[in-house]
């Protein structure tokens, strides 16, 4: 059932919290980044999802991120997912400055971390193949609408729904 109390999404079901919203708005994009490619998932600021990482290159990149004090990595969704040792040209433009939240090693060998989206950045160039991917990259600027604007919106998809 859908409320027509346009509060329903901010008071009762809060994404995040509006201080962890600020933080995320103002997070600083390193210049230069180590890459995470992403075969089948494209991650968005603020978005917690779990990432399983099998990849040599992808495990070094990962394995440093973590025992790093900010633990973030850039992920670039590849253009095929079909594709087992990705290219640069085999992957998108633009990508997401992640934090590593938790790493779990798996008895496989293979890790899984949880990853949250913090900004949108786009690739510059890459400067760095080995031991994993290295680009220099800067911020995308984002425009989010005000509360009122963003009321007006919740509504209008209410009404659309």
Known sequence: ?????SSFIDTDFPMMSEAEEKSMHGEQVPELLGILPLKNTVLYPGVVIPITVGRDKSIALVKEAYASPDRLVGVIAQRNMHIEDPEPADLFRFGTLARIIKLIR????SITIVIQGRARFEVGEFVQEEPYFK????KLTEEYPTKKESQVLVRSMKREA
Not at 106 to 109: K, S, T, V
Not at 135 to 138: E, I, Y
């Open 1 to 5: 059932m859908i409320l027509a109390d």
């Open 106 to 109: 798996m008895p496989d060998g």
């Open 135 to 138: 680009a220099r990259v800067h």
